[in-house]
């Protein structure tokens, strides 16, 4: 099993910046690629950032483009979403999810990120 633990959530005014982690810990920890999605209230949950860990190759949602950074640590089995120029349509539980093969099926539990206007 995996275990997926997120942090670095918070509140924060519009124009902020956010750095959210997410350690990865269990002995079956082998990661085709993790990613970020997030889900705001009374919304789907939807893809925000995604990295390849054995490259480092990146892919973003149109709307977190140029804002937002995803990457990882190989060494210590973490990936950061550095989020800059925060607006409130940004307010959203983020989670961190890992994907062994070529689907998420393992998931965080989820960090509050409230952007305020």
């Known amino acids: 099993q995996v275990q997926l633990v997120e942090s670095g959530g918070g509140l924060v005014q519009a124009g902020g910046s956010l750095r959210l982690s997410c350690t990865a810990s269990?002995?079956?920890?082998?990661?085709?690629?993790m990613a970020w999605f997030r889900q705001g209230p009374g919304k789907e949950r939807t893809f925000v950032a995604g990295i390849t860990w054995s490259n480092g190759r990146t892919s973003y949602t149109d709307s977190v483009k140029g804002r937002f950074t995803i990457s990882r640590d190989k060494a210590k089995n973490t990936v950061y979403l550095q989020m800059i120029s925060l607006k409130p349509e940004d307010t959203a539980v983020y989670y961190c999810?890992?994907?062994?093969?070529?689907?998420?099926?393992?998931w965080g539990q989820g960090t509050q990120v409230t952007v305020s206007s």
């Open positions: 269990g002995r079956t920890f082998s990661p085709y690629s």
């Open positions: 999810a890992y994907a062994p093969g070529y689907s998420y099926d393992y």
